[in-house]
């Protein structure tokens, strides 16, 4: 089944650090860009951070440059987010996406994942 | 504040037609393609529109889209209840920095 499957959201203190895995199946996921996208409470979506399918273009919304790193290992079909310094503005249901043109850095996103929560309070 | 502007809320009856717009600028939407998302409640967003104007395998041609200058618009012709739902544009300001619009909540009378 082609699926994106999150997870390592959960409760963590302002400035601590979370680290999150999506683990992709049922298609070639080394061929494919993957993209993180969070939603606040009650909020839209909000682009987080992508990265290529051979990790060598790799590009950050404002709000979160310099506090997170996305990475990913295709040799185990996982796309990681590394969240550091978080803030409570951090707290949202983060999805992955896959892009859908094979190579391409961007694009539409033609697969998401159910998203895991991420709340970050004292 | 999101980089695309959309209404934040739209609604028509059962049957009806209904547009959503999306706004943005010659960095955005002005120079790449625009793609729309459908999040039912609960759910995780679905593509609906690529490239503009073009559906994937499964998405009725009830649902279009279209693309002029920095604005785009989705349509969806005879409203069903089970389209309610929040409705996102999405495109790029450059390579690896994708943008969204706020979102439209669609209530079908």
């Known amino acids: 089944e082609v699926q994106l499957v999150e997870s390592g959201g959960g409760l963590v203190q302002p400035g601590r650090s979370l680290r999150l895995s999506c683990a992709a199946s049922?298609?070639?996921?080394?061929?494919?860009?993957m993209h993180w996208v969070r939603q606040a409470p009650g909020k839209g979506l909000e682009w987080v951070s992508g990265?290529?399918?051979?990790?060598?273009?790799?590009g950050y919304a404002d709000s979160v440059k310099g506090r997170f790193t996305i990475s990913r290992d295709n040799a185990k079909n996982s796309l990681y987010l590394q969240m550091n310094s978080l803030r409570a503005e951090d707290t949202a249901l983060y999805y992955c996406?896959?892009?859908?043109?094979?190579?391409?850095?961007?694009?539409?996103?033609?697969?998401w994942g159910r998203g895991t929560l991420v709340t970050v309070s004292s | 504040q999101s980089v695309l502007t959309q209404p934040p809320s739209v609604s028509a009856a059962p049957g009806q037609k209904v547009t959503i717009s999306c706004s943005g600028s010659?960095?955005?939407?002005?120079?790449?393609?625009v793609s729309w998302y459908q999040q039912l409640p609960g759910t995780a967003p679905k593509l609906l529109i690529y490239?503009?104007?073009k559906r994937p395998s499964g998405i009725p041609d009830r649902f279009s889209g279209s693309k002029s200058g920095t604005s785009a618009t989705l349509g969806i012709t005879g409203l069903q209840t089970g389209d309610e739902a929040d409705y996102y544009c999405?495109?790029?300001?450059?390579?690896?920095?994708?943008?969204f619009g706020g979102g439209t909540k669609l209530t079908v009378l």
């Open positions: 996406a896959k892009v859908a043109m094979v190579v391409a850095a961007s694009g539409y996103f033609d697969l």
């Open positions: 049922g298609f070639t996921f080394d061929d494919y860009a």
């Open positions: 990265i290529s399918w051979n990790s060598g273009s790799i």
């Open positions: 010659s960095s955005n939407i002005g120079n790449n393609y």
């Open positions: 490239d503009n104007n």
């Open positions: 999405g495109t790029w300001d450059s390579s690896l920095s994708g943008v």
